[in-house]
C-alpha cells in the first residue's frame, strides 16, 4: 500500500524532517523559500495531506478551490492557525488541525522574558555596552520599573497564559486578573490567585502589565486600539506573544510617542515580517523576530504533533488537534 503524499510547505528541524520520511511519502522544502499561492494550489492538487505554517500566504477559499483538489487534512505546524480559513476547509471538506500544548512553555518564557527586558531596559542597556556608551555606574543610571510584585493582566487566560502566570506569580510574586470569554476553572484560577474581570477594559486599567494570550483574526483583529490603549496606566507596559494583528500597530506606535503608556515587549507583529519603521527607533520597545517556540525541543516537538495529526487521520482515526 502506497504512503500518502505530504507537502511540508517550509523547511522542518532534522528530526521532524526524517520522521516524514518514515511516515510518508513526503516533499520537503529544501531551500525553505516562502510557497507562491500557485504553489500552494499545487499541493492541493497533488499531496494527500499538506502541513504549512504561520508564515505561509492564507490558506483561503481560492486555494481551497483547487481544481481536482487531493488533499484531505491540512495540519498546520503551529497552534494558532488564523493562516487558515478554516470556514472555507469545512465548506471543502478538509480536515484542519494543529499543534496545542507542545510549544507552552516556551512561548510563556518570551513573554516573561520580554517582559523583563522592557521593565528593566535591558534591551537597551545592552546596546549601550555594546555601543562603548558606557561611562560607569552611578545611583541615577538607566532607572527602570521593579517588576516583582506587580499587577499582571491576561487578555486569554488558557495554556500559554496559565505558564506565564506561573512564572510571574510565584517566581516574582506578581498579582495576577485576567479576562477570557471561555475561563478556566475555579481550581486553575484559584492556584494563582487570579482575580477574574469581567472585561478587557477592566483588565487595562487594573494592570502595571498587560500580556496578550488571544487568537488573532476575527473580532479580535486591533482588540487593542487607541482607545484601549488610552485606558491602560501611563506607567504601564504592553506585552504580545499572541498574534500581531490583536494590536492596532499605528495606534500603539502614537500611544508609546505620547507617553500613554510606558512601553512595549513584542515577539509579533501585524504584519510580520515587516515592522512598522516608528518601532525600530524607539527605545521603549523590545522587538523580537517571532520567536515563541524557537527552541529546537519544541519545533521538533511541533513537527511530531502535525505529523501524528496526519498519520491519526489516514489511519481513520480522529485527529486529537482537530479545530475544523
Not at 526524517?18 to 499561492?37: I, P, Q
Not at 486555494?63 to 497552534?79: L, P, Q, T
Not at 495529526?309 to 485527529?319: I, L, S
Request: charged share 25%.
Amino acid at each position: 500500500m502506497s504512503k500518502p503524499k505530504v507537502i511540508l510547505t517550509r523547511k522542518w528541524p532534522a528530526e521532524a524532517e526524517a520522521k516524514a520520511k518514515e511516515l510518508f511519502d513526503v516533499v520537503l522544502n529544501e531551500d525553505d523559500h516562502k510557497m507562491s499561492v500557485e504553489e500552494l494550489k499545487q499541493a492541493m492538487q497533488t499531496a494527500d495531506a499538506i502541513c504549512p505554517t504561520v508564515s505561509d500566504f492564507q490558506i483561503n477559499d481560492d486555494i481551497f478551490s483547487a481544481e481536482n483538489r487531493k488533499c484531505k487534512i491540512v495540519s498546520n505546524f503551529g497552534v494558532g492557525f488564523n493562516n487558515i480559513d478554516t470556514e472555507a476547509a469545512k465548506k471543502a471538506g478538509v480536515v484542519v488541525t494543529n499543534t496545542p500544548e507542545v510549544l507552552t512553555d516556551c512561548t510563556a518564557d518570551i513573554a516573561m522574558g520580554l517582559l523583563l527586558c522592557v521593565a528593566r531596559r535591558i534591551g537597551e542597556g545592552e546596546r549601550l555596552v555594546r555601543n562603548k556608551e558606557w561611562d560607569g555606574w552611578c545611583p541615577t543610571h538607566m532607572l527602570a520599573t521593579k517588576v516583582t510584585g506587580k499587577k499582571l493582566g491576561f487578555i486569554g487566560f488558557g495554556r500559554i497564559a496559565q505558564a506565564v502566570a506561573q512564572k510571574a506569580h510565584f517566581g516574582f510574586g506578581m498579582e495576577i486578573s485576567f479576562f477570557d470569554p471561555y475561563p478556566p476553572s475555579t481550581e486553575v484560577i484559584q492556584k494563582y490567585s487570579a482575580k477574574q474581570m469581567d472585561s478587557v477594559e477592566a483588565v487595562l486599567k487594573d494592570s502595571d502589565f498587560v500580556t496578550l494570550h488571544c487568537p488573532g483574526g476575527g473580532s479580535n483583529t486591533n482588540l487593542l486600539n487607541k482607545e484601549r490603549l488610552g485606558m491602560m496606566k501611563k506607567s504601564a507596559f504592553l506585552i504580545n506573544t499572541a498574534r500581531g494583528d490583536v494590536v492596532d500597530e499605528p495606534a500603539l506606535v502614537q500611544a508609546l510617542k505620547d507617553g500613554v503608556i510606558a512601553g512595549a515587549g513584542l515577539d509579533v507583529f501585524a504584519k510580520e515580517p515587516t515592522v512598522t519603521e516608528d518601532l525600530l527607533t524607539m527605545e521603549n520597545v523590545v522587538l523580537l523576530p517571532h520567536l515563541g517556540s524557537a527552541t529546537t525541543e519544541t519545533r521538533v516537538a511541533m513537527g511530531l504533533r502535525a505529523l501524528s495529526n496526519v498519520k491519526a487521520f489516514f489511519d481513520g482515526n480522529e485527529p486529537g488537534d482537530r479545530v475544523a
